[in-house]
């Protein structure tokens, strides 16, 4: 199973990497009306020169949600293994035929898997809608920069749809043409949401009614505001924002509901819960063994009643 995991996984980062460094998949030519005041805004330049540009987008959407998970499952781990209330302790967590693997270590891997898998398939799904689409950015006529005289633009709006009709930069012309849905709206939303609702879940620790939503609605309002810039500086319109967010948080509100289950971490095969049964002990070579907890009651019931009618 855990292969057949590992399988789904490199094929969804395959696919991103197609979607998103190859010309694989062509992008749809959409056609546009000369003088068009939709497509005629000001460019502010490349990517890099924005606001927010992509290095510290995709750094704070990859790292952000790592530290922050990592850091919580290790303080929430401490604090069950230091605590008195013994029978609440994962007493057995076992991989396969031989293997012991620290409860931290599996939640950690678990939650920051799917997170990732979310992230690699929020941004397929935001690359297919715009390779299908194509629709056109508020600045493309000005980074396409089109011959209206030969094209017969001078006298009517005329409907152009034809290739080859652009002479700026071939790059800017490209991203121009990749508008619906916007990819940082979405990537910044999935990140904030899952993030957010794995902090509300999760953490439940005294005094912290106050702290969660504020954290919680502090991450969303980035994400919002990365979307308000892409509007501001003319990359994308208004419907490529929100059509981002739905998708983002869509995927987040599917993979905390449907895969993760509200983080509650029980995912290994071969794992029996810490109510049904404990580890007894754990011998050199091959699983531990394990006792029921019936059977264990039993015992030290027939324990009891020896001793009674000894006595």
């Known amino acids: 199973m855990l292969y057949f995991q590992l399988v789904i996984m490199a094929g969804t980062v395959m696919l991103a990497y197609y979607f998103e460094y190859t010309d694989t998949f ?4 959409q056609g546009f009306f000369c003088y068009d005041n939709a497509y005629t805004k000001p460019y502010h330049g490349p990517e890099a020169s924005s606001a927010v540009p992509p290095a510290i987008l995709y750094a704070v959407v990859c790292g952000l949600p790592l530290l922050l998970i990592t850091a919580i499952e290790s303080v929430l781990f401490l604090l069950q293994y230091v605590s008195e209330d013994l ?7 076992v991989m396969g035929d031989c293997c012991y693997l620290n409860p931290l270590v599996r939640r950690t891997f678990h939650f920051l898997g799917v997170y990732a898998f979310g992230l690699f398939s929020t941004d397929i799904f935001v690359n297919a809608g ?6 056109l950015s508020p600045h493309f006529l000005t980074v396409c920069k089109p011959n209206y005289t030969a094209l017969g633009c001078m006298q009517t709006a005329r ?11 071939e790059d800017d012309i490209m991203r121009a043409r990749k508008s619906f849905p916007s990819k940082e709206a979405a990537l910044s939303v999935y990140a904030a949401l899952y993030t957010a ?3 509300t879940l999760t953490v439940k620790a005294k005094g912290t009614k106050l702290a969660k939503p504020v954290l919680s609605l502090g991450l969303i309002c980035l994400a919002f505001l990365t979307g308000i810039n892409r509007v501001v500086e003319y990359r ?3 419907c490529d924002v929100i059509a981002g967010f739905i998708i983002g948080g869509a995927i987040a509100v599917f993979m905390v509901l449907g895969v993760v289950q509200n983080f509650k971490g029980k995912t290994l095969l071969n794992e029996i819960p810490p109510e049904e049964s404990v580890v007894s002990s754990v ?5 531990p063994r394990i006792m029921d907890n019936t059977m264990e009651k039993y015992i030290a019931s027939q324990n009891s009643n020896t001793f009674a009618e000894v006595t």
Request: net charge positive.
């Open 26 to 29: 062509n992008v749809h030519v």
């Open 87 to 93: 029978d609440n302790r994962e007493k057995i967590i």
């Open 130 to 135: 715009q390779v299908v689409t194509g629709n």
């Open 159 to 169: 409907f152009v749809n034809q290739k080859g009709v652009c002479t700026g930069n």
């Open 197 to 199: 609702m794995y902090i």
């Open 236 to 238: 994308n319109h208004w």
């Open 283 to 287: 011998p050199m070579m091959g699983q």
